[in-house]
C-alpha cells in the first residue's frame, strides 16, 4: 500500500471496507460449509484454503457416484481390505500409489480404522478418505483440474498451558488419574523424574507434585499433551526434586536437568514399566506356588497382560526365548558388567544381538512358566550376581557445560515466570483417601 492510498478519499475506504467485508464473510461461508460437510467438532476457525480438509461428497448417488466403506479387520492386509469392501483392483491400486507419496506405513494398519472411497460412472476415483485416529486421516481427492491429489489432514485441536498439582493419596498415578488427567501424563511424568524418585517404592501420603504442561483437548475429551516444561516432586523420602526442559544441543534432542545442571536422566530408570502395583520386592519371602521360603531376586510388578515392557537403560540383547520357571524371558546387557532380565512376557519384540535404547519396549506383561498371574519379574545381575536394584550404581548422564549454564539459566527462569502465571489444575483429596497409609517402601526391601 503506497502514500496516495492511505490519502484516497473516505468513500474510497468504505468501498474497499465493504470488499474486504464481503470477502471475509464469504471464506468463514466457505469454511462453515466444509466443516459441516466433514461432521468436524473442533472449534479451529480456517481462513485459507490450506487449512480446510478435504470432504467427501454428501449425497454421492445425487451426483453419480457410488461409496465404498470399509474396516481394517484382525490380520487383514489393507489392498484385502479394499477388495473385501468392493473397490475395484484397479481403483484400490490408484488408492495404494498415492497413499504411498504420503509415506502411508501400511504394515501400521490397525483392526478398527476406517476407509471410505467414492468412485464415479467411469469407474474412476473421485475421493477417498482414510481415518487412522480420531484426529489423523489420509485422503485423495480432486482438485479444480480434475487431477487426484493426496494429504493428510490432522484435526485442530484446543491446547492450554497448567500447571497440574496435587497432593499423594495412595500412588501418584490414582492420585492424577483422579483428577481426570490420562495414563499418558503420567508416563510422561514418570520419564522426566523417574530416574530419581521410585514412584512406587518412594512416595508417601502428602508428597506434592507439580506439572507444567501444554493439555490438548478435542470436544472436551483429553486428546494429549505437549511435552512437559518443568516437573516437580517434594516428598518425605525424596526431598524436592525438580527438573526443566532445555534443549542442550544434543542429538536425541531436549533433556530434563536440575537448577544446577545436572542431568535428570540416568544410566538406568527405576521402573520398566508404568506406575502400576508391586506384588513382591527382593528378598526373603514364601513362594506363592512352592509355599517355600526362598530368595527373591528381583521385583515383582502385576501388570494386565499386554502390558508394554521397556529397558531401563540402553544395551544389548542377549538372550531371547523360553527360560524355564520365568517363562518367555529377555535379557540385556549394559555398561559396568549389569545385566537385566524381564520374565514371564507374553510376547517378546527384540532378537539377539539386537541394540536397544533406554525406554524402548521390548516385551509385553504376561503369565508364561512359573507364574500364578499376569506379571513381570524383573531383576539386575551385577557381574553375574543378583543384586537389589537400589544398590545398582546409577550415575547421570551428561551435566550442562558452563558455556551452556547461562542459556539453560535463563530458560529456567522464563519457564518459573511462566509456571507462577499459569492456570492451576489442582487435585482436592477424596474424604475416601486413606490417611497416613504407607507404601511397599515400608518392607524390607524398600
Same mark, same amino acid.
Given at each position: 500500500?503506497?502514500?496516495?492510498?492511505?490519502?484516497?478519499?473516505?468513500?474510497?475506504?468504505?468501498?474497499?471496507?465493504?470488499?474486504? +467485508?464481503?470477502?471475509?464473510?464469504?471464506? %468463514?461461508?466457505?469454511? @462453515? /460449509? !466444509?466443516?459441516?460437510?466433514?461432521?468436524? $467438532? &473442533?472449534?479451529?476457525?480456517?481462513?485459507?484454503?490450506?487449512?480446510?480438509?478435504?470432504?467427501?461428497?454428501?449425497?454421492?448417488?445425487?451426483?453419480?457416484?457410488?461409496?465404498?466403506?470399509?474396516?481394517?479387520?484382525?490380520?487383514?492386509?489393507?489392498?484385502?481390505?479394499?477388495?473385501?469392501?468392493?473397490?475395484?483392483?484397479?481403483?484400490?491400486?490408484?488408492?495404494?500409489?498415492?497413499?504411498?507419496?504420503?509415506?502411508?506405513?501400511?504394515?501400521?494398519?490397525?483392526?478398527?480404522?476406517?476407509?471410505?472411497?467414492?468412485?464415479?460412472?467411469?469407474?474412476?476415483?473421485?475421493?477417498?478418505?482414510?481415518?487412522?485416529?480420531?484426529?489423523?486421516?489420509?485422503?485423495?481427492?480432486?482438485?479444480?483440474?480434475?487431477?487426484?491429489? +493426496?494429504?493428510?489432514?490432522?484435526?485442530? %485441536?484446543?491446547?492450554? @498451558? /497448567? !500447571?497440574?498439582?496435587?497432593?499423594?493419596? $495412595? &500412588?501418584?498415578?490414582?492420585?492424577?488419574?483422579?483428577?481426570?488427567?490420562?495414563?499418558?501424563?503420567?508416563?510422561?511424568?514418570?520419564?522426566?523424574?523417574?530416574?530419581?524418585?521410585?514412584?512406587?517404592?518412594?512416595?508417601?501420603?502428602?508428597?506434592?507434585?507439580?506439572?507444567?504442561?501444554?493439555?490438548?483437548?478435542?470436544?472436551?475429551?483429553?486428546?494429549?499433551?505437549?511435552?512437559?516444561?518443568?516437573?516437580?516432586?517434594?516428598?518425605?523420602?525424596?526431598?524436592?526434586?525438580?527438573?526443566?526442559?532445555?534443549?542442550?544441543?544434543?542429538?536425541?534432542?531436549?533433556?530434563?536437568?536440575?537448577?544446577?545442571?545436572?542431568?535428570?536422566?540416568?544410566?538406568?530408570?527405576?521402573?520398566?514399566?508404568?506406575?502400576?502395583?508391586?506384588?513382591?520386592?527382593?528378598?526373603?519371602?514364601?513362594?506363592?506356588?512352592?509355599?517355600?521360603?526362598?530368595?527373591?531376586?528381583?521385583?515383582?510388578?502385576?501388570?494386565?497382560?499386554?502390558?508394554?515392557?521397556?529397558?531401563?537403560?540402553?544395551?544389548?540383547?542377549?538372550?531371547?526365548?523360553?527360560?524355564?520357571?520365568?517363562?518367555?524371558?529377555?535379557?540385556?546387557?549394559?555398561?559396568?558388567?549389569?545385566?537385566?532380565?524381564?520374565?514371564?512376557?507374553?510376547?517378546?519384540?527384540?532378537?539377539?544381538?539386537?541394540?536397544?535404547?533406554?525406554?524402548?519396549?521390548?516385551?509385553?506383561?504376561?503369565?508364561?512358566?512359573?507364574?500364578?498371574?499376569?506379571?513381570?519379574?524383573?531383576?539386575?545381575?551385577?557381574?553375574?550376581?543378583?543384586?537389589?536394584?537400589?544398590?545398582?550404581?546409577?550415575?547421570?548422564?551428561?551435566?550442562?557445560?558452563?558455556?551452556?549454564?547461562?542459556?539453560?539459566?535463563?530458560?529456567?527462569?522464563?519457564?518459573?515466570?511462566?509456571?507462577?502465571?499459569?492456570?492451576?489444575?489442582?487435585?482436592?483429596?477424596?474424604?475416601?483417601?486413606?490417611?497416613?497409609?504407607?507404601?511397599?517402601?515400608?518392607?524390607?526391601?524398600?
Amino acid at each position: 500500500m503506497n502514500l496516495p492510498a492511505l490519502q484516497s478519499p473516505k468513500r474510497k475506504y468504505t468501498a474497499a471496507a465493504s470488499a474486504g +467485508a464481503l470477502v471475509v464473510v464469504v471464506i %468463514v461461508a466457505v469454511w @462453515l /460449509l !466444509s466443516r459441516t460437510s466433514a461432521e468436524s $467438532t &473442533s472449534r479451529f476457525v480456517a481462513t485459507d484454503p490450506a487449512d480446510i480438509p478435504p470432504v467427501l461428497v454428501a449425497d454421492p448417488s445425487a451426483h453419480g457416484l457410488v461409496q465404498y466403506d470399509g474396516t481394517v479387520k484382525p490380520h487383514m492386509p489393507f489392498i484385502s481390505a479394499m477388495l473385501a469392501a468392493g473397490i475395484a483392483r484397479p481403483v484400490a491400486d490408484t488408492i495404494q500409489k498415492h497413499l504411498e507419496t504420503l509415506s502411508f506405513d501400511f504394515r501400521m494398519c490397525r483392526p478398527g480404522q476406517t476407509f471410505t472411497a467414492q468412485v464415479d460412472s467411469a469407474g474412476a476415483l473421485h475421493t477417498f478418505s482414510y481415518v487412522s485416529d480420531r484426529l489423523h486421516s489420509y485422503w485423495i481427492y480432486r482438485d479444480s483440474t480434475g487431477t487426484l491429489q +493426496a494429504r493428510t489432514w490432522e484435526i485442530p %485441536v484446543e491446547s492450554e @498451558l /497448567l !500447571s497440574i498439582e496435587g497432593n499423594v493419596e $495412595t &500412588s501418584v498415578y490414582q492420585t492424577i488419574m483422579a483428577m481426570g488427567e490420562t495414563p499418558q501424563l503420567v508416563s510422561d511424568y514418570v520419564d522426566v523424574l523417574g530416574y530419581d524418585i521410585d514412584f512406587i517404592f518412594d512416595p508417601r501420603v502428602g508428597d506434592r507434585f507439580r506439572i507444567l504442561v501444554e493439555r490438548r483437548v478435542l470436544d472436551g475429551d483429553i486428546i494429549g499433551y505437549g511435552p512437559i516444561l518443568a516437573a516437580e516432586y517434594e516428598g518425605e523420602l525424596t526431598g524436592r526434586v525438580i527438573g526443566y526442559r532445555f534443549d542442550a544441543g544434543e542429538k536425541d534432542g531436549p533433556g530434563y536437568f536440575a537448577p544446577d545442571g545436572e542431568n535428570l536422566q540416568k544410566t538406568f530408570m527405576r521402573s520398566p514399566l508404568s506406575i502400576l502395583r508391586v506384588t513382591s520386592g527382593y528378598g526373603m519371602r514364601t513362594h506363592p506356588i512352592s509355599g517355600q521360603r526362598k530368595m527373591h531376586t528381583g521385583i515383582d510388578y502385576a501388570a494386565p497382560t499386554g502390558t508394554p515392557v521397556w529397558a531401563v537403560g540402553s544395551g544389548t540383547v542377549v538372550f531371547t526365548g523360553w527360560k524355564g520357571g520365568y517363562g518367555k524371558t529377555i535379557e540385556i546387557k549394559h555398561s559396568g558388567a549389569v545385566k537385566t532380565r524381564y520374565g514371564h512376557l507374553s510376547k517378546i519384540l527384540v532378537r539377539k544381538g539386537q541394540a536397544v535404547r533406554q525406554h524402548q519396549t521390548i516385551g509385553a506383561v504376561g503369565s508364561t512358566g512359573y507364574s500364578t498371574g499376569p506379571h513381570l519379574h524383573f531383576e539386575y545381575l551385577v557381574n553375574g550376581k543378583f543384586t537389589q536394584p537400589r544398590k545398582v550404581k546409577n550415575p547421570s548422564l551428561k551435566r550442562l557445560t558452563e558455556e551452556q549454564m547461562p542459556a539453560f539459566t535463563g530458560e529456567m527462569q522464563r519457564i518459573d515466570s511462566v509456571w507462577t502465571n499459569t492456570p492451576r489444575h489442582i487435585g482436592r483429596p477424596r474424604r475416601n483417601a486413606i490417611a497416613g497409609a504407607r507404601s511397599p517402601a515400608s518392607r524390607a526391601d524398600a
